[in-house]
């Protein structure tokens, strides 16, 4: 995207990284606190997060790979657990209200909420794969990203909606109550019928839900680094430290407005994602791909302006992008013109996928012929 305007996504992805770390913060709260019977408040549950995740963020990859090697079993364990107890709850005979256009819209919207999450990958995968040595498949790494996160989504997802139709059914009271609490008291009564070993399982669960920030806080830290000479003249320790200070502070002031703060972030936060992979990946197919196929394109080369494209190309069509994510985007807040010829559903993230993918190609070819990068 060029040097100066990849800053703006650089930017965009430090909000993106600890937004999210600050809703894990939050869930992990109310999980701790609903464990605990509100003996423990939901703040002093974030705090308990946050300082587990700053430990294990600013001592580096090295802890971070090795946490993460093991943290994903008993988290398989715990959530099994969980599907055993309370599936027998689940209701998916639910019927869906509405005529067809309207359920359509509604579950393009659904769709589109539980794919901002996993989409946000995109802006941090690079810090973690660079690791990796350079001679490792490029099909291999794409499988491997796809199936993990593909699977890892689909398990938690499907917990979840199971749980929300239990509550929508009211074959389980507890679990509408719970519900009226907070979604991490939610999955506390999941577990209840099992106990002690139940609330066991759910402070696994919570401690989990760390395996999601320690990455948005080490990712965001570098995305601080690589704003400029001034933010990499900062170690990455001292901006991880600040960071989870800032977690901190936003969990703890959001902790009774979850929802909303899904509601209102999350889509912001997806449409630009989807517009930035639109634009890298035609990038490298139409523009790049001659260079790398001769072996010309130096990785080297990445934070060195007269090798860069200027970036005005990408930048206007990340502005068309934005253009169409706007007239489409339907939230609490705000329904564009053509979500409400969608019914109603929140079709900007593909509409601005679709103006960006249109408007980079011809932008880029003039930028080439005119200044040649």
Same mark, same amino acid.
């Given at each position: 995207m060029g040097y100066w305007p990849s800053k703006l996504p650089c930017c965009l992805n430090v909000v993106l990284m600890v937004g999210y770390a600050t809703i894990d913060g939050i869930i992990s709260g109310q999980v701790l606190s609903a464990v605990s019977d509100g003996k423990m408040t939901i703040i002093v549950g974030i705090i308990v997060v946050s300082i587990v995740c700053w430990i294990v963020a600013v001592f580096g990859m090295a802890v971070f790979q090795k946490y993460e090697r093991y943290s994903w079993l008993p988290q398989i364990i715990a959530l099994s657990v969980l599907i055993g107890v309370a599936a027998p709850y689940f209701d998916a005979s639910l019927?869906?209200?509405?005529?067809? *256009?309207?359920? !359509?819209?509604? =579950?393009?919207?659904?769709?589109? &909420?539980?794919?901002? @999450?996993?989409?946000?990958? %995109?802006? +941090?995968?690079?810090?973690?794969?660079?690791?990796?040595?350079?001679?490792?498949?490029?099909?291999?790494?794409?499988?491997?990203?796809?199936?993990?996160?593909?699977?890892?989504?689909?398990?938690?997802?499907?917990?979840?909606?199971?749980?929300?139709?239990?509550?929508?059914?009211?074959?389980?009271?507890?679990?509408?109550?719970?519900?009226?609490?907070?979604?991490?008291?939610?999955?506390?009564?999941?577990?209840?019928?099992?106990?002690?070993?139940?609330?066991?399982?759910?402070?696994?669960?919570?401690?989990?839900?760390?395996?999601?920030?320690?990455?948005?806080?080490?990712?965001?830290?570098?995305?601080?680094?690589?704003?400029?000479? *001034?933010?990499? !003249?900062?170690? =990455?320790?001292?901006?991880?430290? &600040?960071?989870?200070? @800032?977690?901190?502070?936003? %969990?703890? +002031?959001?902790?009774?407005?979850?929802?909303?703060?899904?509601?209102?972030?999350?889509?912001?936060?997806?449409?630009?994602v989807m517009i930035m992979v639109a634009i890298v990946l035609e990038e490298h197919v139409f523009f790049l791909s001659r260079r790398r196929r001769l072996g010309k394109l130096d990785w080297a080369d990445w934070e060195d302006k007269t090798r860069l494209p200027v970036g005005w190309a990408a930048l206007a069509a990340f502005a068309v992008g934005w253009t169409g994510a706007v007239l489409g985007m339907s939230q609490a807040w705000y329904v564009g013109p053509l979500a409400v010829l969608a019914e109603g559903g929140d079709v900007g993230l593909w509409i601005g996928l679709g103006w960006t993918m249109l408007a980079f190609p011809p932008m880029r070819w003039i930028e080439m012929r005119l200044i040649g990068r």
């Open positions: 019927p869906s209200k509405g005529n067809p *256009a309207t359920l !359509a819209a509604r =579950r393009l919207s659904f769709f589109n &909420v539980c794919l901002y @999450v996993p989409n946000s990958w %995109a802006a +941090a995968a690079s810090d973690f794969y660079v690791y990796y040595p350079e001679k490792t498949s490029q099909r291999k790494i794409f499988c491997l990203t796809l199936t993990g996160i593909w699977t890892a989504f689909s398990l938690v997802f499907l917990i979840g909606i199971g749980l929300a139709s239990g509550v929508a059914s009211g074959v389980m009271p507890a679990w509408a109550s719970a519900n009226q609490v907070s979604s991490g008291a939610l999955i506390v009564a999941g577990y209840a019928p099992l106990l002690g070993f139940g609330r066991a399982c759910s402070v696994v669960v919570a401690l989990g839900v760390i395996a999601n920030s320690i990455p948005s806080t080490y990712s965001a830290a570098l995305g601080c680094q690589t704003l400029g000479r *001034a933010g990499k !003249a900062v170690p =990455r320790w001292i901006w991880s430290t &600040v960071l989870i200070l @800032v977690q901190v502070v936003l %969990a703890v +002031a959001g902790r009774e407005h979850l929802f909303l703060i899904f509601q209102n972030f999350l889509a912001l936060m997806g449409y630009w």
